[in-house]
């Protein structure tokens, strides 16, 4: 599987319902409204780069709420203990 996360610039008169709207498309497993530069962070997860592009691409960015999009995509994924041990110098 592979996870992308969608930063999203949304009308300020729509967000919730932008917000609701991202949460409906398949492949959207979470979406968030955040303060900072974007509106909404929204969690992808389907199973190859096509998908990603037709989720973002031909839904998320087609939305009448939605003015701009930016997309990560994400290599690996770290549970709080993993990323303890990462850090960790010998100890």
Known sequence: MLTAFVLITADVHSIPETAQDVADIDGVTEVYSCAGDV????????????????????????????????????????????TEAGFSVGE
């Not at 009448?64 to 709080?80: D, E, K, L, N």
């Open 39 to 82: 509106d909404l962070i929204a969690k992808v997860r389907v199973r190859d780069h096509e998908q990603v592009a037709e989720v973002v691409t031909n839904r998320i960015n087609r939305l009448p709420g939605v003015a701009r999009t930016t997309t990560h995509i994400a290599f690996r994924s770290y549970a709080s203990s993993e």
